[in-house]
């Protein structure tokens, strides 16, 4: 090796996204924790509203269908996957949903 090429790789650092092998990658560490932080930062988000939906929606005839079409949708939008399901998984979910608010309002009406 000639004088040239050591100084060369000297003057070039690795980059910061580097890891030697064996060594401990803090930058994907860093990365898997925010990813996480964020996932659950939605999914927090989406149970506050799914809170406020249910207390608003409660003399609503579709108090359980709305928040369970909420829930269908958040789940494909988080997991890319699960548009190879079936559809009908979802929309036997949707008329379980619809069936208990169902029952919900005529137990209502013969209480009444």
Avoid: C, H
Avoid at 2 to 21: G, I, N, R, Y
Wanted: avoid cysteine.
């Amino acid at each position: 090796m000639d004088k040239t090429e050591s100084q060369t790789a000297a003057l070039d650092p690795a980059p910061l996204s580097w890891t030697a092998p064996g060594a401990t990658d803090t930058f994907a560490i860093y990365g898997l924790i925010t990813l996480l932080l964020v996932v659950f930062l939605v999914i927090y988000l989406y149970a506050v509203f799914d809170r406020y939906a249910e207390r608003k929606g409660e003399g609503s005839p579709l108090r359980t269908t709305i928040p369970t079409m909420l829930t269908v949708g958040l789940a494909y939008d988080l997991l890319p996957p699960l548009e190879g399901v079936s559809v009908l998984l979802p929309l036997s979910l949707i008329a379980a949903a619809v069936a208990r608010d169902a029952v919900l309002w005529v137990n209502e009406n013969r209480g009444r």
